[in-house]
């Protein structure tokens, strides 16, 4: 492991609404090429902070290699903007070919891949049932707000973050939260972390992208601030992912799962709007 990430953000001069210049930060976005055995698999835009997890998250969240054990090394080298993995005996990808042909332009920032055999074997993937509490989710929002570091900063980026409880045990951003996902499932994979007691949290939409990735993971439950499409919720539904979104505050909805949900602190009632006269 190179460890080769990058700065998240760059330092510019702007000028705001009064003429003033005024220092600003922007987020860092650079292509890397993942290579597997010298042989070409997607370019990825990303932040470029974790490319190493990043890489080995792609590979695993898109089954494309299916054990870590078959990793022997991972090396970035942004000068050529590339991250090469090498398998052990080099024995790459099988099929390659075949499954690059096979692609599908997912809905992702920037455009996200997924592998249609990677589809065909969600569909019958189950994750595990747990419970949720609603003052769980409560408390899980006010940590996560301590985090989001770079889009404060600069904006343009998502942030994903594995959850065990209220503890936050990885946030990652980058400029598509798939990249993010996919880094969150490369350091899950290099630790040997499972997921079935844990939440996922993001700030983007909840997509079939983001529950397929979840589903590799083992994850039971989505929580973002965002909102849903129709195909991720209909994957939830199939797959077992109880799915929470538009969650701010003291508020969210519950798309699928609802049954998973013990609602132990409710808000105070809304105030009823007087009738309006005839």
């Not at 210049?21 to 993942?34: C, K, M, N, Q």
Request: glycine share 8%; hydrophobic share 40%; charged share 20%.
């Amino acid at each position: 492991m190179t460890e080769a990430g990058l700065a998240p953000t760059h330092e510019i001069t702007v000028v705001d609404e009064y003429g003033n210049e005024r220092p600003a930060h922007v987020a860092g976005e650079s292509p890397l090429t993942l290579k597997v055995d010298d042989r070409e698999v997607v370019t990825l835009m990303t932040l470029g902070t974790y490319p190493e997890a990043l890489a080995l998250g792609y590979l695993r969240n898109q089954r494309l290699i299916e054990q870590l054990s078959d990793v022997e090394s991972v090396e970035v080298d942004w000068d050529f903007e590339t991250v090469h993995v090498r398998t052990f005996a080099g024995t790459g990808i099988v099929d390659l070919e075949e499954k690059l042909a096979r692609r599908t332009v997912t809905t992702g920032c920037g455009q996200g891949t997924v592998f249609s055999c990677t589809i065909d074997m969600v569909y019958d993937s189950k994750v595990p049932r747990v419970e949720v509490r609603q003052s769980l989710i409560y408390d899980l929002l006010r940590e996560i707000g301590a985090y989001n570091e770079i889009y404060r900063q600069a904006g343009a980026v998502h942030g994903c973050a594995l959850c065990q409880g209220t503890r936050i045990l990885s946030f990652v951003e980058d400029v598509g939260r798939h990249n993010a996902a996919d880094a969150i499932a490369g350091q899950m994979w290099l630790d040997d972390i499972g997921g079935g007691d844990k939440i996922f949290y993001t700030t983007g939409r909840l997509t079939s992208e983001i529950v397929m990735k979840v589903t590799q993971m083992g994850i039971p439950v989505l929580l973002s601030r965002s909102g849903v499409t129709h195909m991720g919720l209909e994957l939830a539904e199939i797959t077992g992912v109880t799915m929470i979104a538009r969650a701010k505050a003291r508020h969210f909805l519950v798309y699928t799962g609802a049954s998973n949900i013990v609602f132990d602190a409710p808000p105070p009632p809304r105030p009823q709007r007087p009738p309006t006269p005839a």
